[in-house]
């Protein structure tokens, strides 16, 4: 039996309207981390306002495949899985 704890592709909007995506095993305090200035330097120029879309994943293989893959999607592509799933 597996004791992993899931990790989450989490989409944010950043001012401007842009979209960020990541993994984290805690969206919340990553979240925070970003709004703080102590995330990933495109959040440091883009500051995050929300979360968008969080997806959980059993395991960090899986969520950094997932996040590869929406990366590699078109913008338009992006929002419309967001307007489908997220919160």
Same mark, same amino acid.
């Given at each position: 039996?597996?004791? *992993?704890r899931p990790w989450f592709l989490y989409v944010?909007?950043?001012?401007?309207? *842009? @979209?960020?995506?990541?993994?984290? @095993?805690?969206?919340? $305090? $990553?979240?925070s981390e970003h709004q703080r200035g102590r995330?990933? $330097?495109?959040?440091?120029?883009? /500051? /995050?306002?929300?979360?968008? @879309?969080?997806?959980?994943?059993?395991?960090?293989?899986?969520?950094?495949?997932?996040?590869?893959a929406f990366k590699a999607l078109p913008v338009?592509?992006?929002?419309?899985?967001?307007?489908?799933?997220?919160?």
């Amino acid at each position: 039996m597996s004791t *992993s704890r899931p990790w989450f592709l989490y989409v944010l909007e950043c001012r401007g309207g *842009s @979209l960020y995506t990541g993994v984290a @095993l805690d969206v919340a $305090r $990553r979240f925070s981390e970003h709004q703080r200035g102590r995330g990933a $330097r495109y959040t440091r120029s883009h /500051p /995050p306002e929300r979360v968008l @879309l969080t997806i959980e994943f059993p395991d960090k293989s899986a969520a950094l495949k997932a996040e590869h893959a929406f990366k590699a999607l078109p913008v338009n592509a992006k929002r419309a899985l967001v307007a489908r799933h997220g919160s």
